[in-house]
């Protein structure tokens, strides 16, 4: 008889393989060598018997070290005696790492879970919408009314599908559940798949007399005007989650959720810096060297503020509590002032020899500073 292959050889892994990758191998090798993808191929489906016998040790740890112990004689009694061979085993039925109809189904999409979810409580398709707000809205917060589509349960039939004053029957082929199940005789025994039932479509009922107003579905598309809470200190590119606002939920799953993506207009004279509006004012050439008052725009209005004697161009002044609300509800941040002079244009020739005689008193008195030094 010839000689077996080394089981890791056999699934493409090396002796160091982790369990995940075991399974990965001989998910992808089943799927690529199984019967019912290469039926009449006598190689496939040595090599699927080959790969199966490799799993069902590696995927067990007591075979598992046994084999890495002693090889194939650790694993196979008749092995030693007859030099090859594949009795000694369970069969397809005694997979320690996992069921192996389990792992099939899963690979070809046959197993009961993928049908069997079919008929569970499914939570409602999510909506999105988008929402533009001005720059104080966001700062203060606001309420919006916002136009959305979603799907929501028929009126007409109360969900049901069914037109009023009759109801959905249970499948006489399936038994309400919506899977049926296929047996097939193979070189490897008794193998069982599972399928939507054909004659519901996997819905496990079947509805004879169909709504009119939503031809049986149940669920239909309708336009809703939702009102919307913006929050204080919200920011552009921030989003809410209205939870149970999107779409109505399948087969008494919950609703799913209204996202609200939040764009915020430019200002025209403020910026956003987190909390913090920010703020350039303009004052005179005057006002700048002498000092005095001006009055700031603020999100709260005009408030006034001294400017002091001297200041220069690019000076910035802190106003506490003028800012943005912080989105937690707690505090306020501050407004930051940043002066620009203005430097006067069109000057008549009395106000340009005044400057220069600033220019020269200015000089003068560097002078004297210095010479007293």
């Not at 037109?163 to 008794?190: D, L």
């Not at 008549?348 to 008195?365: N, S, Y």
Request: proline share 4%.
């Amino acid at each position: 008889m010839a000689e077996k292959r080394d089981y890791y050889e056999a699934l493409g892994v090396g002796r160091g393989a982790s369990d995940n990758e075991i399974k990965k191998a001989f998910r992808q090798l089943a799927k690529q060598y199984h019967p019912d993808v290469n039926p009449g191929d006598q190689a496939a489906e040595a090599r699927f018997k080959e790969i199966n016998e490799a799993y069902e040790v590696l995927s067990d740890a007591d075979k598992k070290g046994r084999y890495d112990a002693y090889g194939h004689a650790g694993v196979d009694p008749s092995y030693a005696a007859s030099g090859g061979g594949f009795g000694g085993f369970d069969g397809f039925g005694g997979f320690a790492g996992g069921d192996l109809g389990d792992i099939l189904g899963t690979i070809f999409g046959g197993g009961r879970s993928s049908t069997a979810q079919r008929n569970a409580p499914r939570r409602g398709e999510r909506v999105s919408v988008g929402v533009t707000v001005s720059f104080e809205d966001a700062a203060f917060g606001c309420e919006k009314e916002l136009e959305i589509t979603r799907v929501e349960n028929c009126e007409e039939c109360s969900g049901t599908g069914a037109a009023p004053g009759t109801t959905p029957e249970k499948c006489t082929q399936c038994n309400g559940s919506g899977v049926v199940t296929q047996t097939r005789r193979t070189a490897f025994g008794v193998m069982q798949s599972s399928a939507d039932c054909p004659k519901c479509g996997g819905r496990g009922r079947i509805i004879s007399s169909p709504c009119e107003k939503c031809r049986g579905a149940g669920r239909v598309r309708r336009r809703r005007t939702v009102t919307v809470r913006i929050p204080a200190g919200i920011d552009s590119g921030q989003a809410l989650n209205m939870r149970g606002q999107g779409g109505a939920g399948i087969n008494g799953g919950e609703s799913g959720d209204l996202y609200v993506s939040v764009t915020v207009r430019p200002h025209d004279i403020f910026e956003r810096d987190g909390t913090a509006v920010l703020l350039e004012l303009p004052i005179s050439f005057t006002k700048a060297a002498l000092g005095g008052e001006a009055e700031v725009p603020t999100l709260d209005g005009k408030v006034k503020y001294t400017i002091p004697e001297g200041t220069q161009t690019g000076t910035t002044f802190r106003l506490r509590g003028k800012g943005i609300p912080s989105l937690r509800g707690v505090g306020r941040g501050d407004q930051l002032v940043t002066v620009r002079v203005k430097t006067p244009t069109n000057l008549t020739r009395e106000q340009k020899e005044l400057l220069r005689q600033l220019e020269g008193d200015g000089e003068a008195d560097r002078g004297k500073k210095k010479k007293k030094k």
